[in-house]
Each structure stands twice: as C-alpha cells, then as structure tokens.
C-alpha cells in the first residue's frame, strides 16, 4: 500500500531525515535565489542527451537520456482506421451553427475535419509498475491530454495543423489516422519520470512521419509506397531561417515546477520535490496564432512533502529533556506546528498562493523564458 | 550515451548490413512501414563462363554441385561489340521490348539485375512471368543477378535521391562491377576476349550518366539498329512510349479521363460504380455490354466515348448514365470495317473519337429508342470511367491494305498501318512498321501497348508474321494463338514422366506384381468400346451380363489416366494447364502426350489395360441396386464405331454374347435416358456439323461437311456415361465434402429468355415456360411449326444461347443446392469418364481413387496436391477457361474449313464457268434494321445478310462482291422492331415491285459462297457470303 500511495504522489520519498529535509528547504528558500544540491541555477536544467529515429519499424521514434541515468524510449506508430460516423453527424447542417460552438463538450458534433481525442493513444511503461497503477495511468492521460487538446484554428502559419494534433490525423469524413505512442521508462524512476518522458514524446511526435497521401479528398486513402516521401506529423520547415520557428506548431512539453518559500525551481531532482511547497506540471506549446507560447494546462502534484515526518524541536525533544512529563509539559505549552522553528523540519500544508502560482507561469510562459528554451533546445536535436 | 541509433552508411563495421524501407498497404486497408534489414553478400556468382573466380565462391547446393553457368564464353557480336557483349536492359527497356528479348534471332547472354525484375513485378505482372519464363529457358541465356544482395552491387539510395534514379545507378554499378570483375578474373587474362557489357536503357538521363562514368549504354532502339534484320526487329518495340515522346502535349483529347485509382476503389467499395468484365456485341462493335454484380441484366455502353479505351475483355469499372441516356439495344449491324474504311493511319489530327459516320450510327439508335415502340424499352446504360486490368494479349490480324495505300512502299521508312484483329471484337490497332508492304497478306501477330486519350485507336506492334493469308498453317496457329491453346510441343521435363518402356508397357503378367495390388481383374468381361470412327483416345468400355439373381451387371470402364499421371510431377502440372485436349478439323491438340493418349491409356480393344471401372447392379429395369467402384484391368473385345454398333444391335443374325451385351446396353440407355427426360432434362441443340476429312482430292470438298447424325448408340454411350459420372459425383461429394471437383449448370435467370419469349408469342404464337428446366423441356417439345421441321431445332439452338454455361467447380465453393446441373436434370454432376482429355476427369479420378480408399504402387493414396480447395479453385478457374476457348477453337475451326471447302468448289466451279456458291436452306436467327442473321443447318455456319445481299428479282444477275456492293446505295428497308420482319427495296420503286419481306424463324433460299474482298475496306480478307435467294419456297 504504501508503493501505492507513495506513487501517486510526486516520486517515491526518498528517505531523508526530518533535519536533512529541513537543511534543504533552507537553502532552497534562500531569499536571493536557491541554493540547489546539484549546484545548478533555479531554472537551469539537467544535462540531457536525445537522439531520434532509433527505431526502424516506427513512424517516429526517440530516445533522452538523464545524466542521473534515467532513460526513456517513445515510438510512435500510426495506423488507418476507418471513422466511425454517428447518424446525427450525418445531417450536421441541419443543426447549424449552434451545435458547432462546442464541438469540444459533445463529440457527436464535430465539424468535418475536427478529430476525434480518443485516436491518439499512450501506454506508459514504468519498471516495477502495472500498467495499471496509478502513476502510469495518471502520466499517461497528463501527457496525452494536452496532445490531443492543443487546438488552433490555423489561421496563422500553417493549415496543415488546423485542428491540432486531432486536424492533422484526419484524412477525410470516413478514415484517420490513430497514433500510438508507447513511452517506455528504461530505467528506475529515481525522479518523478514526467519530464523526461515528455521529452521524449516531444521529441518522438517530432521526428514522426506519415506515408504520403496520394488519393484526394473523400476516396478511400491510398499513400505512396516510398516511405522517403513520407510527411512530418508535425511539418517542418524546409529552411530553418525562412520561417520564423515560432510559426510552427509543435507537440506540447510538460514542464515540472516546483516552488520551495518563494523560489521557483526547475526540473527539480528527488531531493527538490521532497521539500516543495507546490509542484505543478505545466504544458506548453508553441502555437501558430500567436508569436508566444501558449498554455495547456497545469496540473498540481501532490508534493510529497506532505508525507514526512515532521522534525522535533530539541525543546520538545523527550530524549533532550529526559522525562515524558516534560515533554507532555511542552506539548501543551506550544500546540507545537503552529509556528515554525527554524531549522526544524515541518511538513507544508494548506494551499498555494496566487502570486507563487503566476510567478512561477511567468517564468515559464515569458519571451526567452524557460519553456522557449526548452524547445528551441528540443528543436535543435536533429531529426531524421 | 552510446547512440542506440543504427547508423549504417557511416560504419565501416556494418558495411555488409543495410536496410531497405517502404510503406506497404494491405488489402485490408492497412498502412504499414516495412523495413528490410539485408545482408550483403560476396559469394553471388557472376555467372559468366569466361570467369575463374566465382566458381570457387559460388555457393554451392546440398550435393556440393553449384548452379551452372549461364552466360557464354563466346557471346555474340556486333558490328559494334565484335568482342562479343553481354545485355544489361533496365526495366524500360523490357517493358519496352519484351517480344524483342524473346525473339530467338536476337538478345542472347542478357543479366536481368533483381532490381529490374521487381521493377517489373510492379509495373506489370504479364511481363514479369515472361521475363521468369525467358529466365527459365536454358538457351537464351537469361541470368538473374541478385545484385542487391551483392556487396560490391548494393546501392544505397542518396538524401534526395529518386526511386528511378537509384535504380537506374544500381544498374549502371553493376555494368561497371561486371566490367571490373570480368577483367581481373577472366580465364587466360586476355583482354580482348572480355565481353563489352552494354546497359540498355531510353532514359535520356541514364544515358548521359553513362557516358560520364564510362560505362556503355545504348537506347533499345540504337542497339537493334546495329543488329541484322533490324527493320523487323524494330517494328517490335512498343510505340506507346515512343509516339508519347514524339507527339508531346498536344492539344486534342478524345477520350474522357480515367478516374484515379483509389477514386474507382472507393467508388466501387460504396456501391456507386460498378467492377465487370467488358463484352463488345458481335453484331455491333459500337455497343459493349458489362455483367455486374449490382444488377440482374448487363448494363449497356454504347459507343466509343462511353466506352473509353475499354477494349473486349478487359475488367472496367463502369458509372451508370442518368435515365434520359437510357437506350434500346442496337437493332443494326455495325461493322468496324465498313463503317472506318476511310481512317487514314497517319492523319490524327482530323480525327474524332465519334466520327460522322459512327455518330449517325448511334443517332439512329436514339431515334429508335425514343420511338413508339412499348416493347423496346430503353436499358440503363452506362459509361466506363476507369480500367482495373487490362486483358491486352496477342492479337491476329491482318494489315488492312487500304491503310497502307497512302505511302505506297516506299522503301524501308517507317508508317503507320492498321491492323484489323481476327476478333470482330477488338478495334483495329494502329501499327508503326518499317515493313508494311511485306506484310500485307500476311496473318500476323501484334500486341496492344497503350491507347492514349489522344489516340482514336490502340497503338500496338508488330510481334512476328505467321505465314501468308489463308494457307493451312498460319491459320490454324492463328486460331490457337486466338484461343490461348498451348501447341507448342511437350517439353522434355513433361516426356520425362512418361514410363520407360515406351510402347512396349504390358500389364504386368504376374499378379504379384505390384501393379496389381487393388486391382481387380475384369479381363474376363465382355467389355467393348463405342466411339466416334477413327477414334484413337478411347477412354470409355462397357459391358453388361446377367447375373444368377435375374439382374444385370453393367460396367463402365475408364482410362486409368490417374496410374501413369502422378500429382504433381511435370506432366500433370502441364496437363493442368492445358486443361483439355482440344480437337479441330484436321488436328489434335493432345493435353497428355501421344504415347498415353493413344497407346497406353487409351482402352484399344485385344490388349489389356488398367481401367478404372463402375459398377452397378441392376434390375431389369434399370434401377440400380448397388454400385461398385474399383481398379481393374480389362481386355476390350472391340472397338466399334458407333455405326458398326449400331449395325451389329440391328443384324437380327447375330446372337454372339457380346452382340447380347450390347443389346441388353441399349435397352438399359433407353430406359435411362427416358427417366433423365422425364426428370426434366434438356434436350439442347448446338449448331454442330462433323467435318470427315482425308477425302480425296476430285470429290466435292463439300461433301466431307456432315451434319452430325445421331444414332441409338451414341445416345447408349451417352447415357451410361452421365450415369457413371452422377454415381462418381455422389461417392466423391459423400468423402470430400470441401474438394470434390463437381461440374454445376447453374439455373439461367428467366430474364434471359424474355427477348426469345417475346419473339415466339409475336411469330409463333408460342410460350416457353423456364419456370424449371422439366416445364422449359417440355415447352419446347411443344414449339413445333408442322411446315417447318427445323424449326423445333432453331428454337432449341436460341435457348440454349440464353443459358449460362456449365462450370467446374470444388465443393466448398457453393451451397449444395447450388450443385444442380440445369441441363442435365440431376442434382450433382462431375467429370469422370474422359480422363485422356479432359483434366478435370483426371482429378476426379484420383478423388475417387483416395474415396475407395485404393492405395496406388507405393502404399499411398494419392490425393496429395488437390486437398486443398485455394489451389482447385485454380485449377477450376482454369480448366474452366480452357474448356471454353477449346469449344470456340473447334468451332471456329469448322468454319474456316467450311469456308475453304466453299472456296474450293467455287474455283472448281468457276473453272467450268459457273457461278459460284452452293444453293441450301437457311433461317432467319435475328432481325437487324439493316440486314438478318441466317443460320444454315448444312454447315452449320450463321452469317449475316446484308441489305445489299439480298437478292431482288432487278439484280439476279448481279453476283460479284463489287457489283453487290455497288447496290448499296440503292437500297432501302423498311424494319418493324416489333413484328421482327424487315422489307428490302430498291430505292424509287413501289412496295409490292420487287421488294422482298424476311421475317424471324422464316425459312428462305440461300446462296452461300467464299468471297475474297477486294480493294477498299478490309482487303485480302476472305469471308463465307450468304445472298438470300427468296423466302417462298
């Protein structure tokens, strides 16, 4: 049970002592910025290597690496499939354009070329996990829903992606394409995996290509059988400096952000969540409407901080004073976690705050903030 | 991190190691990347007897032999290469040039590469199986070379390189690894013995790559421009891609576009286009008709815009036409020759796809469609709007001489001719040729290459000329090279199978023998044979003798085919293809060799032969108590021809056993044949007449064209022959119930019959009733004309064309109740009694072999090779095939030799200055606008009669084709689509005067005779002329 519970939340706790954990929040607090077991800046990364294209019976493949020794491997198949289409979908005209507003809330409405969310699938695999534990299920569908609901309406760079990630895997009324997309975690996870795995997944959804579709409009599809013809799933551009990369629609990256007092710290390791005050899993993506980055969705996650053991005060420590009377004796003087002593550890409770919250969006979602970075950094890693 | 990535161009470790991808989609809709991991290899032979090395290297079979080496020592030279050269062609090159690589003049020491073939495989599944054919025969020479599987010939395709592209370099690197190769390792080290290895390809591209890398390379065309005999061999290039080239975009398209291919697939899928196979009318080249599954009746496609490139037999995907496109068929004869004669070869541009004169063809069609007339109601009609594949072969013909006249023959340069195909069917095909005026009055061979949208006509080419216009040999190759029968001799590998002893084979006088185990021996029966008179593959004897309980036994007995064919071995696969022996007037094309059709397993009377017997016990009555199948050997006491028979049945003196046999054969037939009849079986009529050759020279050549006489003794043979095969059809069903080979009539669907029907309530009054076959015999007993006996018969051959035709097929294929042989009355039905001639008998054999659980020579029943049902439906589909092309080759043949037996008495005839033609009795088949169809029992021949080929009382006289055709233009007719009765006049002059009324089922006086046409149209041909004499006789 208590794998269980500990895998719902943030990552296994690694088992740090009370005052270990209260040396590290210290210094992760630090007002002028963090100090971080690793030596690494509040938003700086860890080292990472990515390779694409490692598997040769893929639509799309990738391999990261962390330097910690985590790895995982996405591949991404695609497959035709024929499109259910309900009889109401049928006479679509008939219910006009009030219907149409939310195609989102009733997919029994959908206007032709909107996909369906259910054609993009995600298996995780986590060694020492059932496929149906919770941290796989609940990776999975963190990850695959800011996939599939990353929705422009294409009027901006390209119209190849209108519709997302769902548009594209639309090649007429009757057929789509269906994408599986199994994310296997190679190593332990000695973090919490979702950095990494959405990495890779980027980086797989990336290099993914599809045969090239030689039939035209409602016929059966019927593709090119030279697999060099094939297309990105995600289009890329042919010169890097002709169009500006911003203007690309690319899958979406989950960021883990962790804030510890006032600090925002990125790709926390282990040892960061155990002592956060919030984790929240951001999704991002670089959109075709606007020159930014949009955002998908957070998520919090519940930090596992919440789990430990609080510190004892050498004030009430029974084995410092020497007697329980007096331990009782100060139990009642100080209703003790009411207030907090320095240097003695005390789990966090109660909510976040706004401001940490928008603070922490900010840093992600700004001009040369961090999430650009990454994917320019993702964008750098050559694909094909 | 070490890159998990398999990096194979930049690793030298891993040099050996490549991949190939592509996306494959599945039938089932399926998209799927495949990627091929390859493994290259060193030890793949050059295969050239000049090199020392690769023997040493080749890898060698499990008896340590390696494959021999195919290409020559010496190979043959040009006036280019006088060293000698080995061919390297690219895919282009024999897509172009097959019938050149086949010619045995030419093209010898040619490596296919792998890559070549495979291209090929795609692009054309025809060619590829002639190109593994050419592969297979050992004397021209054909090596493949499996050069993506060769280290030093692998290719790895560039970043942006093309398929074509790559495959065209993989070509060139192996006409420089050979170059090399050939070089270091060649015997003796001379220089001057290597062969020069010549890439020959049209792409232009390819070419000049070529000469940059120094290798050598040639277009088809140059090359055989070098060779001897060029003219002829350049004629047999395929035009199509040539005259593409040459004609550039021009502006006029005739033809509407095909729909793209996944167009036509989702199309037909959802049920808005249609998938059949195109059937062109005989009587009317402009209208095609098409059997899809979608509807009861075919759907009608009417003129040349609708029909759109589709040629006869060809499986078309067809849009059916709007309703008020919907036309009656045709009630005119449309000939292609008369109506084209004009079409100059050369002279595209004024070309329409619907010339004037096709237009006003159609145009009356329309008014008569559009007309009063209530029972001619307009069919749906349809156009073809895409090709799913195309069933171009080779096609016989002749050059029509008219399409030549506008160059004359000037030399050697090159011009376009048509040539008209034997097959009424098929459109005339536009020919480029350097040899136009050698090959006028020949029969020919050409293929179709392409028919553009810009072409009114197929363009096509020359393969090879048979021999001159109607002499004996080229015509009858031409006939079974028109009907697909394989003539060509047996191979080796087939005579191998034979048993060594040849003639001398005995049946084993030991009983210990093993050719006796699970024999029974019959020899002490009374057993003889009755067939046709010089009858040589006797398959069938019978007997019948008392038995002590005052029944009868009665034995069947048959070729034991299945003993000397085993599964599966070169023989049989060979007899499987052929299909059935296929016999025309003075030739007989043999399914088995000679030695066991004629010798060996034909059951000769005097000798003993192994057999495969039925046996049935019956009462007096002919109900059968009990029936027996066994292996057995019999001695035929005689072998009679049905005529013999027949006199030794009558000869009241003759009191002999066997004459008692037969006697008691006869009475049984009858009463067999009386219960078939009243179960419900037809009596169908087919058009036969029997032609008795090897009559001598000064007689009349007619009087060998005999109508078939039928006596009690054929219809004796006939009757326990069916018997025979319902018994066998019971015992193999009852064992396989998924494989057994049965033979199926399928019921005719009565919409077929409603045209005959109409005709004989309007003319006779009359009513056919198909509600069943016993209702449909029986009604036809009743269409009787007491004035005009043959008129029963007429009726019969009618419907009988009205039917399906009766089918092989395998157990698992059909419901059983869908087993029913229609004709025949009987539930289920197979092939059982004529093994030497039709394969599918020799199947049933070996199912009732294994059913009576007879264990053969070596222990084993021998059923291996046709348990499973995939490969019978093969089999089935194509003895199917054969069976027909077999039947249409005999008839065709029986023409011809009519129309030359016809010849001859005219030449005979004109010596002693007498008109032409023979004086007989005809009747009218069908009713056109402008001419009848009228069949003639005495030769059993039907040809159409024109307007101008009545003959009035103003025109007796007038006999010459010429003088006829100049009548033409005078000629009027007055048709009544209803009452099916056409009125022919001269132009000007009253009703009554002079004119002549034909009505359908009319009897009238015919004059049948040869005529050669002369000048204009379809010059040189020779066709049977009918003139109509007059009808009150």
Redesign the interface.
């Known amino acids: 049970m208590a794998a269980q519970r500990q895998a719902s939340s943030a990552s296994q706790t690694p088992l740090i002592s009370p005052a270990e954990l209260a040396y590290l929040y210290t210094s992760l607090s630090l007002p002028d910025g963090p100090i971080r077991p690793d030596g690494r800046s509040a938003t700086q990364f860890r080292p990472l ?1 990515a ?1 694409t ?2 598997l ?4 799309g493949s990738a ?1 990261v ?1 962390f330097a910690d020794g985590t ?1 995982a ?1 996405v591949g991404v198949k ?3 499939e ?1 499109t259910v289409v309900a009889a109401e979908a049928l006479n679509l005209s008939q219910h006009g354009a009030e219907d149409f507003a939310d195609t989102e809330g009733d997919e029994r409405h959908q206007s032709p070329s909107a996909g369906h969310g259910s054609w993009v699938q995600m298996s995780i695999e986590i060694p020492g996990f059932r496929d149906d534990d919770a941290l796989p299920v609940f990776l999975s569908e963190m990850m695959r829903e800011p996939l599939v609901e990353s929705v422009s309406d294409g009027h901006g760079g390209s119209d190849d992606m209108a519709g997302g990630l769902k548009g594209r895997l639309v090649i007429n009324k009757r057929w789509h394409w269906r994408l599986y997309i199994d994310v296997l975690l190679l190593s332990q996870p000695l973090s919490y995996p979702l950095p990494l795995l959405s990495l890779t997944t980027h980086l797989a959804l990336l290099s993914t290509k599809l ?1 090239k579709l ?3 409009g ?11 013809a ?1 297309e990105y799933l995600y289009p890329r551009s042919q010169l890097k400096s002709h169009l500006s990369p911003t203007q690309q629609v690319r899958p979406p990256v989950t960021l883990l952000v962790i804030s510890v007092g006032e600090n925002v710290v990125f790709d926390p390791n282990r040892e960061e969540i155990a002592v956060a005050d919030t984790v929240l899993a951001v999704s991002v993506t670089r959109d075709s409407d606007s020159d930014g980055l949009k955002l998908l969705s957070i998520r919090t996650v519940d930090p596992p901080s919440r789990l430990t053991q609080p510190g004892v005060p050498n004030s009430e420590n029974v084995a410092t004073l020497g007697s329980t009377a007096a331990a009782e004796e100060a139990l009642e003087m100080n209703p003790s976690t009411e207030e907090d002593i320095p240097g003695v550890w005390k789990p966090r409770r109660g909510g976040v705050k706004r401001r940490t919250i928008a603070k922490m969006l900010k840093l992600v979602l700004e001009k040369g903030g961090v999430g650009e970075e990454v994917l320019e950094g993702l964008e750098g890693v050559e694909v094909g | ?1 070490k ?4 990096d194979l161009s930049s690793n030298p470790q891993a040099a050996n190691v490549t ?1 190939k ?5 599945t039938k089932s ?3 799927q ?1 495949i ?1 091929r991991e390859l493994y290259l290899r060193q030890d793949i032979p050059c295969s050239s007897k000049i090199c020392s090395a690769c023997p040493t290297t080749a890898p060698a079979d499990a008896n340590g032999n390696i494959t021999p080496f195919v290409l020559s020592e010496h190979p043959a030279g040009t006036s280019a290469f006088p060293r000698g050269h080995y061919l390297v062609p690219d895919t282009n090159a024999l897509l172009n040039g097959m019938d050149l690589f086949e010619h045995t003049g030419a093209f010898y020491d040619v490596i296919i590469l792998q890559t070549v073939l495979e291209e090929l495989k795609n692009q054309s599944l025809p060619l590829y199986n002639r190109l593994l054919a050419l592969i297979k025969t050992d004397d021209k020479r054909f090596y493949l070379f499996f050069n993506e599987f060769r280290l030093e010939t692998h290719v790895r ?1 560039g970043p942006d390189e093309s ?1 074509n592209d790559r495959n065209d370099r993989a070509v060139r690197t192996v006409a420089k690894w050979y170059t090399e190769h050939l070089k270091t390792t060649a015997k003796g080290k001379k220089e001057k013995t290597i062969p020069t290895i010549v890439v020959i390809t049209d792409d232009k591209e390819n070419l000049r790559k070529a000469k940059q890398e120094g290798v050598t390379a040639l277009s088809l065309s140059d090359y055989v421009a070098g060779l001897e005999d060029s003219d002829r061999l350049l004629d047999m290039i395929n035009e199509s891609r040539e005259a593409r080239e040459a004609k550039g975009a021009r502006g006029e398209l005739f033809y509407p576009e095909y729909y ?4 036509l ?2 199309g037909v ?1 959802a049920g808005n286009l249609h998938q059949g196979v195109f059937n062109v009318s005989p009587y009317n080249y402009l209208e095609g008709s098409i059997n899809v599954s979608a509807f009861d009746k075919p759907l009608l496609i009417l003129g040349r815009d609708n029909s759109n490139r589709a040629i006869s037999g060809d499986v078309v995907v067809i849009e059916v036409l709007p309703k008020d496109q919907w036309k009656t068929p045709s009630t005119k004869l449309v000939d292609e020759e008369a109506v084209t004669k004009n079409d100059n070869p050369d002279a595209e541009d004024s070309e329409a796809v619907v010339t004037e004169r096709e237009r006003k063809a159609l145009q009356e069609e329309v008014k008569k469609a559009h007309g009063t007339n209530s029972e001619g109601r307009p069919q749906p009609t349809a156009r073809v709007v895409g090709v799913m594949e195309r069933r171009w072969r080779q096609y016989v013909g002749h050059v029509d001489s008219g399409s030549t006249g506008a160059q004359d023959s000037s030399g050697r340069r090159q011009q376009n001719v048509f040539v008209l195909p034997m097959d009424k069917k098929v459109p005339k095909i536009r020919v480029r040729t350097r040899q136009a005026a050698d090959l006028l009055g020949q029969r020919i061979l050409v293929t179709i290459d392409a028919w553009d949208r810009d072409s009114r006509y197929p363009t096509g080419h020359f393969i090879r000329s048979l021999g001159e216009l109607e002499t004996k040999g080229a015509e009858t190759e031409a006939l079974l090279l028109e009907y697909d029968v394989q003539y060509k001799p047996f191979p080796k590998a087939v005579l191998d199978c034979l048993p060594s002893e040849g003639h001398d084979w005995r049946v084993p006088t030991s009983k210990e023998n093993i050719g006796w185990k699970g024999r029974r021996d019959l020899r002490d029966l009374l057993i003889c044979s009755i067939d046709p008179p010089g009858c040589q593959d006797i398959d069938d004897a019978l007997h019948a003798r008392p038995l002590p309980n005052g029944n009868f036994e009665v034995g069947v007995h048959i070729a034991d085919v299945s003993h000397f064919v085993k599964p599966n071995n070169a023989m049989d696969l060979e007899a499987s293809l052929r299909g059935t022996t296929v016999y025309l007037v003075d030739k007989r094309i043999d399914m088995l060799p000679h030695l066991l059709g004629t010798d060996l397993c034909s059951l000769k009377p005097y000798v003993e032969r192994y057999a495969f017997s039925v046996l049935w016990e019956m009462t007096p009555n002919a109900e059968v108590v009990s029936a027996d199948f066994t292996k057995s050997v019999i001695r035929s006491r005689e072998a009679f021809s049905y005529e013999k028979a027949q006199k030794r049945i009558d000869d009241p003196s003759a009191k002999d056993e066997l004459t008692e046999s037969m006697r008691t054969l006869l009475r049984f037939s009858k009463i067999l044949r009386q219960k078939r009849m009243d179960a419900g079986a037809l009596n169908l009529a087919s058009p036969e007449v029997r032609i008795e050759a090897d009559n001598d020279e000064v007689g009349d050549p007619l009087a060998d064209v005999k109508t078939k006489a039928m006596l009690e003794t054929n219809s004796l043979v006939e009757e326990f022959m069916l018997h025979a095969n319902i018994t066998v059809a019971t015992k193999i069903y009852s064992t396989f119930s998924q494989t057994a080979m049965l033979r199926r009539h399928a019921t005719p669907p009565p919409q077929n019959f409603e045209e005959l029907t109409n005709q004989l309530t309007k003319k006779r009054d009359m009513r056919i009733d198909v509600s069943s076959s016993r209702a449909l015999a029986d009604s036809l007993d009743r269409c009787v004309d007491e004035k005009n006996p043959f008129f029963n018969t007429l009726v019969r051959i009618l419907a009988t064309r009205c039917m399906t035709s009766a089918e092989y097929f395998c157990a698992g294929a059909h419901a059983e109740s869908e087993f029913r042989h229609y004709g025949l009355a009987s539930p289920i039905y197979t092939h059982f009694t004529s093994p030497i001639r039709r394969y599918a008998d020799l199947l049933v054999h070996r199912q009732l072999a294994s059913a009576i659980n007879y264990e053969g020579e070596d222990g084993r029943a021998v059923v291996e090779g046709v348990m499973t049902r995939n490969r019978l439906e093969d089999i089935c589909r194509n003895i199917n095939y054969r069976h027909r092309n077999a039947q249409f080759a005999g008839r065709a043949s029986i023409e011809y030799y009519v129309g030359q037996a016809l010849k001859a008495r005219g030449e005979k005839m004109a010596a002693t200055s007498m008109d032409g033609g023979i004086e007989e009795e005809g009747y009218v088949m069908r009713v056109f606008e402008n001419g009848v169809v009228v069949f003639v029992p005495r030769f059993g021949i039907e040809g159409v009669v024109r307007l101008e080929d009545f003959v009035l009382p103003t025109d007796a006289a007038l006999r010459t084709v010429a003088e006829r055709r100049e009548l033409v233009m005078r000629r009027q007719s007055d048709f009544d689509n209803e009452e099916y009765t056409l009125r022919v006049s001269n132009k000007g002059q009253s009703e009554t005067d002079g004119s002549m009324k034909v009505e359908l089922f009319e009897k009238v006086n015919v004059n049948v005779s040869s005529v050669k046409e002369e000048g204009g149209r379809g010059a040189g041909k020779r066709r049977v002329r009918i003139l109509i004499l007059g009808n009150n006789a």
Request: no cysteine; hydrophobic share 30%; glycine share 6%.
């Open positions: 290597t390779e294209d490692i040769p019976g893929t639509n391999r690496g790895q491997i695609a497959e035709v024929k045969p030689k039939s035209q409602e016929e059966d599809p019927f593709f090119d059988d030279d697999w060099n094939a | 991190m890159s998990l990535r398999r991949s991808i592509f996306v494959r989609s809709g399926k998209v990347k990627v395709r398929i793209s291919k996944s167009r697939m989702t899928r």
